[in-house]
């Protein structure tokens, strides 16, 4: 089978080029300059020309502050080339796999975990364009699986680990957040848990909206602790702080711990414990 992976130098996209090495499938693997997935009639040739069956598209526009004045770019990318993908895929009798957010739920109270069918309230243009995203997959008709994940880090590309092993090694004090808790999602977890959904064609039939991230729970600061701790870094003095000592234009989710109940009985997959995957993630990027 021929599968079409988009945004592949991204932090997921570079996780799936390792996990695939060995698959008995074909990966293709683009970014941007190879395909630019908002350009509807490339993205139709080239699942047409390579018989593409399944996609799984990695690309988004992530820069949550930044989107609140570039609107119609993150629409374009997390909406409008959803739909290309989509669309495109549904035309070869394909799958497609498509990663959305916790920003889905950004204004939802209560500190319960959130599940597939809880509602959705983004306060942000950021959770508004993926969630236009999900619904551009569903209105498409297209056989899809839809991973909403969260606090997503990795060895690659700009991340809160990455940042917080550059500060906390350089500052002699760090104030961070600790009334917003969530669970971070090493994206290697995510890959290796979308390969063998692929892999074993575990997606026939199982077509829906999961969520997936590490298991535990902590807050940013709880995180960055950690960071510090697993890294050695701990001459520098992390202090909590609330949210509202750093202004954003975006009201960010205070609770986004996502159920994981439904992927786990679905799939059969074993979701690493949150501390476990940062060590292994830190232990690759010091080596």
Known sequence: MNILVTGANGQLGNEMRKVAIDSKDNYIFTDVAELDITDKEAVRAIVKDNDVKAIVNCAAYTNVDKAETDADFAEKLNAGAVRNLAEAIKENDGVLIHVSTDYVFGGSLGNTPRTEEEPVNPTGVYGLTKLHGEQAVAESGCKALIFRTAWLYSEYGKNFVKTMLQLTATKPQLKVVFDQVGTPTYALDL????????????????????????????????????????????????????????PSPVVRPSYSVLDKTKIKKTFGIRVPYWTSSLKTCIKNLKE
Request: hydrophobic content about 30%; aromatic content about 16%; some cysteine.
């Open 191 to 246: 890959a290796n848990a979308i390969f063998d959904i692929l892999e074993n064609r575990k997606y026939e039939g199982n077509e829906g909206i999961y969520h997936f991230s590490n298991e535990g729970v902590c807050s940013w600061y709880d995180f960055t602790k950690m960071i510090a701790e697993y890294s050695g870094q701990t001459e520098c003095d992390i202090q909590p702080c609330h949210s509202d000592e750093f």
